[in-house]
Nanobody, 124 residues
Framework: QVQLVESGGGLVQAGGSLRLSCEVS????????MGWFRQPPGKEREFVAA????????EYSDSVKGRFTIARDDARNTVYLQMNSLKPEETANYYC?????????????????WGQGTQVIVSS
């Protein structure tokens, strides 16, 4: 059984930083792309960032480029999302996702496994 467990969410002031972690069990991630998505209250889930199997190729939504960084540690079977200069409109549940492929995609439908999410609240 594959499980993804996110952690690191919480309450932060605008302009602050958080580092989210996603630990995967039940499958190794070393040959898989991974992604982060978020769902603001009352809105659709949206793509945030993705990283390919090698860690050399990343992709970000335009809204987070230059402020967020996705990284992976295959030895720990964990993916991270460093979020800097957070904005109130980025308040959301953040989800980690496992893709059954080496290549990244922004399409949530291409991801096979999902975590339960971790809540991020950015106060103004």
């Amino acid at each position: 059984q594959v499980q993804l467990v996110e952690s690191g969410g919480g309450l932060v002031q605008a302009g602050g930083s958080l580092r989210l972690s996603c630990e995967v069990s039940g499958r190794t991630i070393y040959s898989n792309a991974m992604g982060w998505f978020r769902q603001p209250p009352g809105k659709e889930r949206e793509f945030v960032a993705a990283i390919d199997w090698s860690g050399h190729i990343t992709e970000y939504s335009d809204s987070v480029k230059g402020r967020f960084t996705i990284a992976r540690d295959d030895a720990r079977n964990t993916v991270y999302l460093q979020m800097n200069s957070l904005k109130p409109e980025e308040t959301a549940n953040y989800y980690c996702a496992f893709q059954d492929s080496r290549e990244i995609t922004v399409d949530s439908g291409e991801y096979k496994y999902w975590g339960q999410g971790t809540q991020v609240i950015v106060s103004s």
